[in-house]
């Protein structure tokens, strides 16, 4: 992908801003232009109503915003669809934790080897968490009555499928009512529609505690004893279906593509570089390349050769490498850092490369170079 003129990248740049396109929503909510992100994310959304992890990123960007009512709102949409996409949990996790609810984020989502954040924001989301994390308001406990409302319309929300929107209404009600146990019974039932059996089953526990040992409470005991054995018996099933499934040799772990071919460059009327390179992923983060190119500066065309290293950490690129100018019955030698943003397509074939290029002479005679250089890289290739 090539720019005419200098002043041609900024007008394509601010363009592209207004492309309605999911690396563009990312970029937008990156540089924390978060308004204009949710804009670009409820056009998308227009056209793809059914993308669960467009709609995890779209809830993210309203409660990165404050809007947390339609942000759990969004979340329920999608939760019945989810399956096993681990984005919308990691998104989840991130709302909860914005909202101030930490226990109840990390029964969401925690980072592991099987648990990996997205690439595209791993590295901003603790940035965000720390600067527009909801301070909780030291709010006046309601009445009982009033309890008694919010603990109906929550058991409502849970019967109606509204799962995570109940989820957040029994939070905020057991916080108040620390020591009420019907509370924790509908906040367990909701958990366990959710999917969050292990939490489901520590709340009928807290019921249990609450209850205690009244002799006017055993046909409730009774009940909530039953009630943990069968929330229990789907954690132990879920524990053996996943044992079964980890041991199939069928089953064979994705570590995506390892190959990679860029192509890019700048056009302006004094200078003009296009570049390409071929490379091989070394380890999950880091490549190595070959580069080829040409130059023309002042009416002068150079062919560039070389070899380059990358390394990669959610959208940030550096690298460096070797590079050889020849042309114009001369040669030389330069050394080459690239710094630079890459925005990886959601299906983590493609991504739209942005760096600045800089060249060290290492020979005489050689010039010292600092250009910007826009493209896209193909992965592609057998899998680990």
């Not at 909801?134 to 929550?154: C, G, M, W, Y």
């Amino acid at each position: 992908m090539v720019f005419a003129g200098q002043n041609q990248i900024f007008i394509s740049g601010f363009a592209a801003y207004k492309e309605v396109s999911n690396e563009n929503a990312r970029v937008l909510l990156l540089t924390e232009n978060i308004n204009s992100a949710i804009a670009v994310y409820a056009q998308l959304l227009l056209k793809d109503s059914t993308n669960v992890s467009l709609s995890s990123e779209y809830a993210y960007a309203l409660a990165l915003n404050g809007i947390y009512d339609a942000a759990i709102i969004r979340l329920d949409k999608i939760w019945g669809q989810k399956a096993n996409n681990n984005d919308v949990n990691y998104f989840a996790s991130q709302i909860f934790a914005l909202m101030g609810y930490d226990q109840l984020a990390g029964e969401f989502w925690n980072e592991s080897e099987k648990n990996v954040p997205p690439y595209w924001i791993s590295t901003k989301a603790p940035e965000f968490l720390q600067k527009r994390k909801r301070k909780q308001p030291n709010a006046a406990i309601p009445s009982r009555d009033e309890l008694v409302t919010r603990f109906k319309h929550a058991n409502r929300m849970t019967a109606q499928n509204f799962t995570i929107q109940s989820i957040v209404l029994f939070e905020e009600i057991v916080n108040l009512y620390p020591n009420e146990y019907l509370p924790q019974v509908g906040y367990s039932i909701a958990l366990e529609k959710a999917g969050l059996l292990e939490k489901s089953a520590q709340t009928i526990e807290t019921a249990l505690q609450i209850v205690g040992d009244n002799p006017d409470q055993n046909d409730t005991k009774q009940f909530l004893n039953q009630r943990l054995v069968s929330v229990r018996n789907k954690i132990n099933a879920q524990g053996q279906n996943s044992a079964s499934i980890a041991s199939s040799p069928d089953v064979k772990e994705d570590n995506g593509p390892v190959l990679i071919a860029y192509a890019g460059g700048f056009i302006a009327k004094s200078y003009t570089s296009l570049n390409a390179r071929f490379g091989n992923y070394c380890t999950k983060s880091a490549y190595v390349s070959a580069d080829l190119g040409m130059t023309n500066a002042a009416g002068t065309s150079y062919v560039n050769i070389g070899l380059s290293g990358y390394n990669r950490q959610g959208i940030f690129v550096e690298g460096f490498g070797f590079s050889a100018a020849l042309g114009n019955s001369t040669a030389a030698l330069y050394g080459k850092i690239s710094v630079g943003l890459s925005f990886m397509n959601k299906n983590r074939t493609s991504s739209l490369d942005i760096f600045l290029d800089g060249k060290l002479p290492l020979t005489k005679g050689g010039v010292t170079t600092v250009g910007l250089s826009v493209g896209q890289s193909i992965y592609f290739g057998k899998r680990k």
